[in-house]
């Protein structure tokens, strides 16, 4: 069963940084992209970043510059590292990954997600 289990969030200060992670089992880690993606209550899920299997990684505009994709193939995890946090930033987070070869298809994945709250 694939299971992707982030942690790192909470409450920090504008101008801080936080540093999510996402364990992920059940599936071969190391052949996947892996993605981020965060959702505002009352909004759709706006993609964040994503990393492919060899370590190439993309960013969204709005966090490009201050937010940092990684994976550690050998621990099977994901991380964000989030620097120099805006209001704005305020989501909950959730690691993604699509099209994981299932029986019968594929099937794409969310974790439960993590709260991620900038302000004074």
């Known amino acids: 069963e694939v299971q992707l289990v982030e942690s790192g969030g909470g409450l920090v200060q504008p101008g801080g940084s936080l540093r999510l992670s996402c364990a992920a089992s059940g599936f071969t880690f190391s052949r996947y992209d892996m993605n981020w993606v965060r959702q505002v209550p009352g909004k759709g899920r706006e993609w964040v970043s994503s990393i492919n299997s060899v370590g190439d990684t993309s960013y969204s505009e709005s966090v490009k510059g201050r937010f940092t994709i990684s994976r550690d193939n050998a621990k099977n995890t994901l991380y964000l590292q989030m620097n120099i946090l805006k209001p704005e930033d305020t989501a909950v987070y959730y690691c993604?990954?699509?099209?994981?070869?299932?029986?019968?298809?594929?099937?794409?994945?969310w974790g439960q997600g993590t709260q991620v709250t900038v302000s004074l």
């Open positions: 993604a990954v699509y099209n994981v070869v299932v029986v019968g298809g594929t099937k794409n994945y």
